[in-house]
């Protein structure tokens, strides 16, 4: 107890002294986790939706579509068929072109009684049901054409106002929910409700199918029942078509398919970027860490003790970063996985597998970053912890004979790069990750400018496609803001560690410029390869993901490779230029990293 | 370094008393903080120190002494007075004429050593060499020469962390030496060492004197400073003593070889 408390104490001290670092601790895992959690919550965001408006409007199992004039034999032998717990009246619909608001689509026009049916009771989100003459309009539909309660439709020249506005689970969301289209390939449209006699008087000459919503005693198995139980031979002579519920969630979901892959990747990558920014970290504190083990070990605590002081200190922060990150990722999720009106959106909780997957990340993430200083600290004895620097440096002799012929600038930047492999790596991966999300964002672009990023015209996919569009930005602009953050934060302290090695040299004789020249140098250096690596990887990596995307043109792909290299120059030059503008001796006097 | 056995070459040599101190300050001051947490480092110190002159600035902990010695070496700026170093004022200088100045003209010695820890004892050494624009072979040549003058011929590869303290104070030093500078400032550097080291560093800096090589060493023990021709003390940041010591400080050398840095 008393050792549980005194890693808290030491934990919580640390924190409250340095809160800068625990900020940018927190943005950086909370950014990985809730773009994590933002991925794997849209799928689950899609299929909550869909159960919530299904057990809100008693959404069928299955619905079977009958062109038959007189669709009564099929509601009759359905009814003896086994399996069926409850079925709706046949519905009589046609396929018709619907005006809204000067503009025209295809939708099914469903003719239903004024009562509530035993399957499928479409809720009324505005207005009232549907009544002589007036129509009910589906809530996606509505909502992409701005139809209002009030407005008015013309269906076969004759307009009908709208009493209502509604959703159902019946069908798939706008524009997948025309049914009525009959036999054939079938057009995008919406859906709207009439009462059964205004509907058989709008009808004119268009064909007419009618819909019966079925519950199935086993709703889980409605493919099963239709494979075995209503088999071709017990539907009649008519053309009878089916769709069970689980083909509607699908069709939902499969609105907002390239959005997942976008967040789950993103995630991904911020998760690298912050482990780029606490490996930074790590580094940073590395040499008071050592101190700090040294000094508790003088003390007596052994080496877990020590390990359990120092992992605390990230570790209290991960999990607080973690619970932000889940929450502002499930919060989120129902906004952007939101394939249309057309369903309840809720949030909910987020799924045990989304949690452990959040929660591997985060540790991953942080024992990726900070697990190697921490157990060099422990473990290293107490004289050599409290005497020595906290990284071992590299010796390269080759290598130093080699820039002995370089530019003074080229020669202290090589030679840095070489003293620190470990932090050129950080530098390599964090350029690579920003690389990657550019080029993809590239991609996306090109293939949006080639055409809509579904391939489908309609407003309802315009509308989907732009808010993938908003997804891809997002965790572009974050990735950007943690990697501008990165480069800033790596240069910075890789300023910081070389200040002992960059000040001798500056006693020596090296000028400021020369050392904002190398600090640049050892960040360059890794970061041109990664960038060569990261553009066509991520150009890749859309490619992998979707198969009618445009590789970004050739001048693009330059302007991406330059500005990254520019911006990690920059971001480098600005902290190591702060640096370099003071004395040298201050820095001489630090303690050596 | 010449093949004559000296560590020094001419250009360091005493000066003639018409050519002026080498390093002088003027008014010199640094003060940290403001208000109440206001601290006189350095308070208004006037000191003279002529070529080939070897000077020893004594004082309690925190009187001042690494202060005024940074100063002199353009690693910290003052906040009053001036410097000249050579007969040119440097207080005002930017940091880039700074590193020039460094370069060319002042070399250092640090109680910590300051020794590269990935660079061998040669490569520490050849380091000042090739940031003041030496050809890699020059700067070898040069650092093969000092580091057997100091006699760490058979240390030349091995890396800082193979060397005693003595060893590396002695590296330290022939890296302070490789561009033939105007002035050696050297802060405690005997600080971290045991009585052997301290023996041989003090032959070192004895030969040094003997070559005519300017030197201002900071420093706490009464070996050191016994050895140096002129000991000040400071106290709370202001000179309270000046003496002279009999240690036949006396041949001089034209100011003009002093001044080959510039530019």
Partial sequence: MGRLLLVWRLAARDLRRRPGEAALFLVAVTAATAALSLGLATGNAVTTGFEKTREATAGPDITAITTASDPSDLARRLAKTPGVAAQSDPIFAFDATVGLHGTSAHTSVEGRDTAPSTVDRPLVTDGSWVRPGGAVIERGFAEVFGVRVGDSVTIGGRDYPVAGIAISAATPVYPWSDWAQGPGPTDRGGRIWLTTADARAAVSDASVVHLIHLKLSDPDAPVHWRDTVFAPDNRGEAWVNTHNWQTVLQADTNMIRDTRPTLVIGGWLLAAAAIVTLAALAAVRATRDNRRAGLLKAVGAGPRTVAAVLLAQYLLPTAVATALGLTAGTLAAPGLANPSAGLLVTVGPPTTGTVVAVLLLATLVVLAGTLGPVLRAARTSTVHTLAEPAHPVTRRPRLTAVTAYLPTALLVGVRLVARRPGRAGLTAIGTAAISLMVAALLAYRATAGHDTGTGLSDPAMAAVNARIGEVVLGVTVALVALSALNAVFVGWSSAVQARHALAVTRTLGATPGQVVTALCTAQLLPAVPAVLAGIPGGIALYGFLDAKSVTPPASWQLIATLGVLLAVGVLTALPAWAHARRPAGPALGAEAA | ?263
């Fill in chain 2, 1 to 263: 370094m010449t093949g004559d056995g000296r560590l020094v070459r001419g250009r360091s040599r005493r000066q003639g008393a018409d050519d002026g101190p080498v390093l002088r300050a003027a008014g010199l001051s640094r003060v940290y903080g403001r208000g109440e947490t206001l601290v006189r480092a350095v308070d208004e110190i006037d000191l003279d120190v002529p070529a080939g002159q070897t000077l020893a600035v004594t004082g309690p902990s925190g009187c001042g002494k690494s202060t005024l010695l940074q100063l002199f070496g353009g690693l910290d700026r003052p906040t009053g007075g001036k410097i000249w170093l050579g007969g040119r004022r440097i207080d005002h200088l930017g940091e880039r004429a700074l590193a020039g100045l460094r370069r060319r003209a002042l070399g250092f010695v640090f109680q910590d050593f300051h020794l590269m820890d990935e660079l061998s004892a040669a490569e520490n050494i050849e380091l000042p060499a090739l940031l003041a624009g030496a050809s890699p072979r020059t700067a070898r040549d040069r650092a093969a020469g000092i580091l057997g003058r100091v006699g760490l011929a058979d240390r030349a590869r091995h890396l800082p962390s193979e060397l005693s303290g003595g060893q590396r104070q002695r590296v330290a030093i022939a890296r302070a030496l490789v561009n033939e500078p105007l002035v050696v400032l050297a802060d405690e550097p005997t600080g971290n060492l045991d009585s052997a080291a301290t023996h041989d560093i003090l032959r070192l800096f004895g030969e040094l004197r003997a070559a005519g090589q300017t030197l201002v060493v900071v420093t706490h023990d009464e070996r050191v400073a016994a050895t140096a021709d002129r000991v000040v003390s400071l106290r709370d940041g202001t000179l309270v003593d000046d003496t002279r010591l009999d240690n036949g400080f006396g041949d001089t050398a034209p100011l003009g070889s002093l001044l080959s840095w510039e530019g």
